[in-house]
């Protein structure tokens, strides 16, 4: 059976296939995919419609929509297999289907999905009127280019003006439809794992991760203890000075939280009275390659250095004294300073948490308002109450987060910001069924 990174490295050489125009390579890659997505059967759709097997095509894209029965763009290129079929009602219908999965948008942009393109309504439309053409319903034709009219974006009006011109002398109309070449790409987080990568030859250890191990050598310790605020470039890439220093610190055992500086340059102080106890809640999921029959203390340094990674890359938030749920992202060197300069004094100093998700920043959370179950692969499932870690705004209707260690995409209309989430509980108070 094949691993997920063989499939993803089949769907990528279709994709290039298709590029150079392949389309027997192509269709081979993309059958090659083990429990296809719809956007898979798409893709084979799409290739067998350049390569002028517009039978098979409509196969495809009757499993693609079978699979996913919101993927507007399916349909569209359905009826557009009907029409070239001359089954001018059924492209009638498909369309129809099209435009209702629109659900009165003007757009879906399927960049963020991987397909470069944006399906516009009144494309779908002029398709619409185009089949009613072959099908010798010319007024129906005219009266959908009317709607099709009101609904143009900008520098559409001319191509509209010249096709109702043409319905009224009754010349067929051609189709609108994904540009020849343009199929779903993988995603490309997915891309960047592809090639293997050897951790184990390149890692030069400066420090056990394990305390108390007796294999560290006298000299590494040494140069362990003395790196402070200037860790090797060969070992640590960009590293933020104070992250190292608290990752540094944390590995050396002894009592009491691990003390880092308060100075807006990370500049280490003397000063008692100017340290601040900070507690750092760290989430992350962290993809890796490992050789099998990996040691513990090889694995724990592996683990290591992609944290390093990671804790560059993170969502940095702060709670604010009092609150329970609420965290406010961390954004810019000014709003840092500005949290430092309102720590309160007391045991209970400052209160951060560091979030990401294979190298990608949390923009922000949210909190679910309703229980959503995944209705495709794709799809990222929650229970009411659930904070999910948002990574990407798709559009309008659509993100895509991170809960649990599994990344998805979700309607927005599902969430609020965690923050309003917490008033609106102060708001409604206990609910029936309540415990406490």
Known sequence: MSSLGDQIRDWHRGVLAVARE??????????????????MYFNRGCVHLMAGDPEAALRAFDQAVTKDTCMAV?????????????????AVSDFQLALAQLRDNAVIDYTQLGLNFKLQAWEVLYNMASAQCQAGLWTKAANTLVEAISKWPEGAQDILDIAMDKVQKQVPLQ??????????????????HLEPMDFLGKAKVVASVIPDDHNAQPQQRSQAEHAGHQPSSSMCGHTSPGL???????????????????GSEGAATKDPESLVTVTVQCHFTVPLKVPRGTGLSSFQ???????????????????????????IPISTEESLQSIWRNVPVGPGGLQLQCQGVWGRPVLYQVVAQYNYRAQRPEDLDFHQGDTVDVLCEVDEAWLEGHRDGCVGIFPKCFVVPAGAYVEAMLVLGPQPGDQN
């Open 22 to 39: 392949d389309w027997d390579s192509a269709l081979c890659f993309f059958s090659d995919v083990r429990e296809p997505l719809a956007r």
């Open 74 to 90: 399916g349909f569209l290129q359905r009826g557009v297999a009907n029409f070239q079929l001359q089954r001018f009602q059924e």
């Open 175 to 192: 189709l609108q439809q994904v540009p020849k070449g343009e199929v779903f790409q993988p995603p490309r987080r997915y891309l960047k």
């Open 244 to 262: 190292y220093d608290s990752l540094l610190a944390s590995r050396r055992p002894g009592p009491g939280p691990s003390e880092v500086s308060s």
């Open 301 to 327: 340094t592996l683990l290591a250095q992609a944290l390093l990674h990671q804790t560059q890359t993170g969502q940095l938030s702060y709670k604010a004294p009092g609150e329970e749920r609420s965290w």
